[in-house]
């Protein structure tokens, strides 16, 4: 028996794995990002994709209901997202990213759940992202390619290539302001100018929203029902993101 170097190898203590915490994560240099590059993030992510959507899901649920409906859910989630950065912020060490939110508030599970959804929200979502992309450059290019695949591809590989460089979410706050800005325009300024324009052009909505009624449409089965409330959880797009957009944030206090 004896030692090794004075080292006693035969009274190895284990850690109790109930005070274990992760460890301290950085991500750049942090405490970089303006008020305005979060809230331009944040708007980016919740609008961009899902805001042709909602007129759809409106004709489907009723022009009462559906605002009702929406109005529900967004509560909800800025209910969830406020007790987000509430548990961070009165956090005792500082939480960069959803995974430590999860074990701040359900210890090793709460991480695991926690970093799960937001892997399972970003694996789902990439699809959708890659398809709407390259319908719009295949369209923008006049059809250059008549296989989307090559525009999937294409997108994929700027994306790859870009994750490589950028550390730091002020970063890209500029695409942020450049796709909410869009998104804006797109809204506020381009449909309706379409519909001024082109008013003997623009058939009758009631073949694609349904009739104009106050609450649910007689044509619809429960699936466009579904489709049509999913639409609104594109609300709970910003809550994987909190945690890393606040980290970065010169003044968090303002969150």
Not at 26 to 33: A, K, P, S, T
Not at 224 to 251: C, G, K, N, Q, W
Request: aromatic share 12%; with cysteine.
């Amino acid at each position: 028996g004896g030692s090794n170097g004075g080292l006693d190898v035969t009274n190895h203590v284990e850690s109790d794995a109930s005070t274990w915490r992760p460890p301290v994560e950085h991500h750049g240099g942090g405490g970089h990002l303006s008020y305005s590059g979060a809230f331009a993030l944040m708007t980016s992510f919740q609008t961009s994709g899902s805001i042709i959507l909602i007129p759809w899901s409106y004709g489907q649920l009723g022009y009462v209901v559906g605002p009702l409906v929406h109005a529900v859910v967004v509560a909800i989630v800025l209910c969830f997202n406020c007790f987000m950065v509430d548990v961070a912020q009165a956090s005792n060490e500082e939480i960069k990213t959803l995974g430590g939110l999860g074990y701040e508030i359900g210890g090793a599970f709460g991480r695991r759940l926690f970093l799960f959804l937001q892997m399972l929200n970003m694996t789902l979502y990439i699809p959708v992202a890659l398809e709407t992309i390259a319908l719009s450059l295949q369209y923008l290019s006049g059809n250059l390619w008549d296989c989307g695949g090559y525009w999937k591809l294409i997108t994929f590989g700027v994306l790859l290539c870009l994750q490589q460089v950028v550390t730091e979410w002020r970063e890209v706050a500029w695409v942020a302001y450049l796709t909410a800005s869009i998104a804006a325009a797109r809204g506020f300024a381009l449909l309706p100018y379409a519909f001024a324009t082109y008013r003997g052009e623009v058939t009758s909505s009631e073949a694609y929203l349904g009739p104009a009624l106050a609450a649910g449409n007689p044509e619809n089965s429960w699936h466009d029902l579904a489709l049509a409330v999913s639409a609104f959880s594109y609300t709970f797009a910003p809550s994987f993101i909190l945690v890393e957009i606040m980290s970065d944030m010169r003044h968090k206090k303002l969150y």
